[in-house]
């Protein structure tokens, strides 16, 4: 690698790092280290192409679905991610995106790897179908037929995300 494409890697890590770990982030269930391991793979991968990568950051975003998609397969990858729950009484002040974001994030962890997946990549990244199939591996009706069974299993799981939503309008109105 020369001294251009060098410079070239050090600044694309340095602007999409923060992007890059929101994603993992979402992609790993809410793990901080897990998601720093993915993206730290993800760009260690990255920089033995960088000369012949032409869209970096779609190169980047590729190789942490597909290395997410790997550990997940490894019976040994699996850990359970042990939070504080929340102090009795909050109240609805400038908390309530923290709130959501907490609530999003155990709602989540409660699905499979593969449904979390394609949430992630439909709603959180706003992929078309087709591209998350072709991300994942699998054809456009699976990924239909998954986030439909993802977000019937979240009613029924997390309800306390329609709770959200129902206060959340409440405010706004």
């Given at each position: 690698m020369d001294a251009a494409d060098e410079r070239r890697f050090r600044e694309f890590v340095s602007a999409r790092s923060p992007a890059l770990m929101r994603l993992a982030f979402l992609l790993t269930g809410g793990d901080q280290y897990t998601a720093e391991d993915l993206v730290q793979t993800a760009l260690a991968k990255a920089v033995v192409k960088w000369q012949r990568i032409?869209?970096?950051e779609a190169y980047v975003k590729q190789i942490m679905y597909r290395q997410q998609i790997s550990w997940w397969?490894?019976?040994w990858r699996q850990r359970e991610t042990t939070t504080a729950s929340l102090p009795e009484g909050a109240t609805a002040d400038d908390t309530s995106g923290a709130e959501l974001r907490l609530v999003l994030r155990h709602a989540l962890a409660r699905l499979t790897p593969r449904q979390r997946a394609v949430l992630?990549?439909?709603y959180a990244e706003d992929l078309p179908e087709e591209t998350v199939a072709r991300l994942l591996g699998c054809s456009v009706g699976t990924i239909r037929s998954t986030a439909h069974r993802a977000l019937a299993r979240l009613r029924v799981t997390?309800?306390?995300l329609a709770?959200?939503?129902l206060s959340a309008s409440e405010v706004t109105s």
């Open positions: 032409d869209d970096p397969r490894l019976a992630v990549l439909r997390a309800p306390e709770d959200f939503r």
